[in-house]
């Protein structure tokens, strides 16, 4: 029978489980040094609602704007970040190449970007972004150096499909677009891009891992968490990796995007949601809305 969605209230989508095969596990490439994820309380006086994964430092954002809707959030970092050799070719790329645009889907890519963009001595670029949250990496950029970086075109919908669909084409042969990105990204934006005739090159200049070990207390506390909080398909790949042993949880994940949703849906986490709109705004109603039915049906 054909799956069903139903849409909610906060126009996040709540998704029925797949009948596919099972999860793949997770592991961290022998490589990686081994990171620990040691989770912390937002509060210690109550059992938190919201389980938020990204790496540590950079989940600020949620737990402040959950806590304006007195939600106390565990946080458990279920992936890191690595730069790749190609990180190392990105400042003399951009010293002896002029592109007609930077494509910078994530913030990690920004932060990234930047810190190759500073090494190669802040040339003038001009930069695509998928969407407001990372275009406020950009915004954090010293003023002095803000002539030289321009932030010139953000989609309407914060997507990598809708990029690649409506990013302006100013050569008359075809812009040359240069997209620092993630190794574990799809090819979904360069195959986008080269339909529309803009030539891409394409640099992977950083990788996403999951953490090397979850401390099984930390682990306990998760899966008792009506809804856990997905940045990404690494990290959903994560957390299905975690769990696959635990059989018991059967809870919500509320994702930032449709990206990282279908990758939820498809490791057959059967509870999802997700904004119409990537963002955090929407994330945090998207979450609302799973502690709504979580509470509904307890």
């Known amino acids: ?21 099972p999860p793949r596990s997770v592991s961290c490439p022998s490589n990686f040094v081994k990171i620990e994820a040691l989770a912390s309380l937002s509060t210690s006086y109550t059992s938190p609602k919201v389980v938020v994964t990204r790496e540590r430092g950079k989940n ?35 010293n002896r190449t002029a ?24 040339p003038k670029v001009r930069v695509g972004v998928v969407g407001a949250g990372t275009a406020r990496v ?35 042969m075809g812009s040359t677009v240069l997209y620092p990105a ?9 195959e ?3 339909k529309r005739g803009f030539e891409v090159t394409r640099l992977n200049t950083y990788t996403t891992a999951p953490v090397s070990h979850v401390d099984q207390m930390v682990l306990e506390q998760a899966l008792i968490a009506p809804v856990i909080a997905l940045a990404s398909p690494s990290a959903a790949r994560a957390w299905v990796g975690l769990t ?13 995007g449709e990206t990282t949703a279908l990758a939820a849906k498809k490791l057959r986490i059967r509870n999802v949601y997700f904004p ?8 945090v109603n998207s979450i609302l809305e799973a502690l709504k039915v979580h509470n509904q049906l307890h």
């Open 138 to 172: 950009f915004g954090k950029v010293v003023p002095t150096l803000n002539p030289s970086l321009e932030v010139a075109f953000t989609p309407s919908k914060a997507t990598g499909r809708v990029l690649a669909a409506e990013l302006p084409n100013y050569g008359n």
């Open 276 to 283: 119409a709109d990537p963002g955090l705004d929407g994330w």
């Open 182 to 190: 993630s190794a574990k990204a799809s090819n979904e934006i360069e």
């Open 244 to 256: 696959r042993e635990q059989q018991r949880w059967d809870n919500a994940a509320a994702c930032i």
């Open 1 to 21: 029978m054909p799956e069903t969605m139903n849409i909610c209230v906060c126009t996040a989508l709540s998704l029925v489980p797949l009948t596919a095969m």
């Open 192 to 194: 986008g891009l080269a």
């Open 99 to 122: 592109f007609d645009w930077i494509i910078i889907t994530s913030p990690e890519a920004g932060v990234v970007f930047l810190d190759a963009w500073k090494a190669a001595g802040t």
């Open 60 to 94: 600020g954002s949620l737990i402040d704007a959950l806590a304006t809707h007195g939600i106390d959030c565990l946080e458990l970092p279920l992936i890191h970040h690595a730069r790749t050799p190609d990180f190392d070719k990105l400042s003399s790329i951009l």
